[in-house]
């Protein structure tokens, strides 16, 4: 590498989130080096104040550079517009509802000089009101680590380490990404509308080189019970999980191999057993909502694999009479 340092850009795909842009500008502005790097922020043709709100901080800042599209493009080709329009050697993919944590962006700045395709970082998720629960994990044993994912082996065990999908890229947060590296393969037009085609991307980047660094660090506070994915109801919500990362697993290294198996496995760290039965509970109390058919659908292909955790898992769903599946719905 050169002397002088990479430089990062924070890309922000936004879509009818006015309300938090302000508090998310904030904690980024107030940051270590906030000078040192642009603020690009893409508007995929909101309805709410996002430009009135816009126009005030790019009055204020000028490193906010702010784009607005004619029409709705969905998250997938909006995540592949931001990363077009920085004009950095890295950009941190990062919510439009989320605060960046303090020293973050310092950390994010002195990480990127050792030259990693993508740096993977930890949030803390938190209530919508941004009450801190829990350090979210991402792989087991919690140490940092660096990956080359072209290594089957490497991957492999890499892969068996995942917790949950964010190993998988899930959560656009916790990316920053090398453009040079990103720009090495096209938008995945497969994967367009599933909301993981940054993920297919990085999956298609691994037959050739990705090299990806773990920090282990907590880089930014997740705004949960915000999920704009929520609208058609939970049910379609893990639809888009189950579903997405078994077509991920499936196409990239094939159905029957390690690789497929463990990201079948980390899901189920998020279709686990207590929210199969609370999904059971409000598909019957929210038909008009909420699909059972799917639901069953989704449990059939998320525990296909054999375990006896799998196998109690479907006979609890199956049998569970009703008032007791209740007990685990909050």
């Known amino acids: 590498m050169s002397d002088e340092s990479p ?18 500008f904030q904690s980024i502005l107030a940051q270590d080096g906030s000078d040192e790097v642009e603020l690009v922020v893409l508007d995929g043709a909101s309805t709410d104040e996002t430009p009135v709100i816009m ?9 906010i550079r702010y784009y607005r599209l004619a029409a709705k493009g969905g998250i997938d080709r909006d995540m592949a517009k931001v990363m077009e329009l920085v004009t950095t050697d890295y950009c941190w993919l990062f919510s439009s509802d989320d605060l960046m944590s303090d020293g973050a962006l310092r950390m994010a700045l002195n990480e990127i000089k050792s030259g990693y395709d993508v740096y993977l970082c930890k949030h803390m998720e938190c209530l919508k009101d941004m009450t801190p629960l829990w350090e979210h994990p991402i792989l087991k044993p919690d140490v940092a680590g660096t990956f080359e994912l072209s290594n089957p082996s490497e991957r492999i065990g890499y892969f068996e380490r995942a917790v949950n999908s964010e190993a998988f890229f899930s959560f656009m947060g916790g990316l920053i990404v090398k453009r040079a590296a990103w720009n090495r393969v096209p938008l995945n037009e497969e994967f367009v509308g599933s909301c993981w085609a940054h993920a297919a991307r990085l999956f298609e980047l691994m037959t050739s080189k990705l090299r990806v660094k773990y920090t282990g660090r ?3 506070r997740r705004r949960g019970e915000n999920d704009s994915f929520s609208d058609r109801g939970l049910v379609r ?29 980390a899901i189920l760290s998020e279709f686990n057993r207590w929210i199969v039965l609370r999904l059971k509970y409000r598909a019957a109390m929210m038909p008009e909502l909420e699909d059972k058919q799917l639901l069953d659908r989704l449990v059939r292909m998320g525990y296909a694999d054999f375990s006896w955790q799998g196998q109690i898992t479907k006979w609890l769903y199956k049998w569970l009479p009703l008032r007791l599946c209740r007990r685990y719905y909050p």
Not at 15 to 23: G, R, S
Not at 55 to 63: S, T
Not at 254 to 260: L, Q, T
């Open 7 to 24: 430089s990062l850009s924070i890309g922000i795909p936004t879509y009818n989130f006015a309300e938090f842009l302000p508090a998310t």
């Open 55 to 63: 126009a005030e901080f790019c009055a204020k800042h000028p490193q």
């Open 218 to 220: 907590v880089f930014l």
């Open 237 to 265: 919500r893990y639809q888009l999980q189950v579903e997405g990362f078994h077509k991920l697993g499936d196409r990239f290294f094939g159905h029957d191999s390690r690789e497929a198996r463990a990201i079948r496995r």
